[in-house]
C-alpha cells in the first residue's frame, strides 16, 4: 500500500494552534498514522460526501478526505464532538 501525503486546511490548522499541547501531541500521532492506513479501524465514513471519513481522540474528531488516486489525505477539521457536524 503506498503511503499518502497529507496536507491540512488552513482552518483545520488554527483549529490545531488552539488547542492544548499535550492534546496536539495525541492528535498528531493518529494524523500521521493516516499516512500510512487512511482507513483505520474505528474510522467512520461520513454520510453526504463520498472522500470524507472521520476518527475519534477522545472527546475530538479528525475529519478529513481521502483521495486514492492521488495518494492524499487532507485534514479538514479537527473540533470538539459538540461542535464537529454544525
Not at 499516512?35 to 471519513?53: D, E, F, M, Q
Request: charged letters at 35%.
Amino acid at each position: 500500500m503506498p503511503d499518502y501525503t497529507i496536507t491540512f486546511a488552513r482552518s483545520a490548522r488554527k483549529e490545531l494552534e488552539e488547542l492544548d499541547e499535550k492534546l496536539v501531541n495525541r492528535i498528531f500521532q493518529k494524523i500521521e498514522a493516516l499516512a500510512t492506513n487512511p482507513r483505520p479501524s474505528g474510522c467512520r465514513k461520513l454520510v453526504g460526501n463520498k472522500h470524507l471519513w472521520r476518527i475519534r481522540v477522545g472527546d475530538y474528531r479528525i475529519v478529513y478526505a481521502v483521495y486514492d488516486d492521488k495518494n492524499l489525505v487532507d485534514i479538514v477539521a479537527v473540533r470538539h464532538r459538540k461542535d464537529v457536524y454544525k
